[in-house]
Nanobody
Framework: QVQLVESGGGLVQAGGSLRLSCAASGRTFSSYVMGWFRQAPGKEREFVAAIARSGGSTYYADSVKGRFTISRDNAKNTVYLQMNSLKPEDTAVYYC?????????????????WGQGTQVTVSS
């Protein structure tokens, strides 16, 4: 069982930056693939980024590639999402998720545990 708590969301102007954090409970954090997803009002939850257990591999949605960076610190049981050059279309609730299998997967249904989400609002 893993409990996930996101933080770091807020209101930022277009072109600005935010760093999201997701703190995980438990001693097996390093055994999970971690992902970030987002959901805008009236839209389905969509994949943003994922990182392998060791942090050696990452994968990004095309819409954020080159602007967002996912990273993890297994000693601190935390995964991060650095978001730069933010656009109004990045506005959404951002969720972190944990997957017990080793492969990097983009479908939300493949993740086993979810945080409660943190709101990111980008003004134009």
């Amino acid at each position: 069982q893993v409990q996930l708590v996101e933080s770091g969301g807020g209101l930022v102007q277009a072109g600005g930056s935010l760093r999201l954090s997701c703190a995980a409970s438990g001693r097996t954090f390093s055994s999970y693939v971690m992902g970030w997803f987002r959901q805008a009002p009236g839209k389905e939850r969509e994949f943003v980024a994922a990182i392998a257990r060791s942090g050696g591999s990452t994968y990004y949605a095309d819409s954020v590639k080159g602007r967002f960076t996912i990273s993890r610190d297994n000693a601190k049981n935390t995964v991060y999402l650095q978001m730069n050059s933010l656009k109004p279309e990045d506005t959404a609730v951002y969720y972190c998720a944990a997957r017990s299998s080793a492969t990097l997967i983009i479908t939300p249904q493949s993740y086993d545990y979810w945080g409660q989400g943190t709101q990111v609002t980008v003004s134009s």
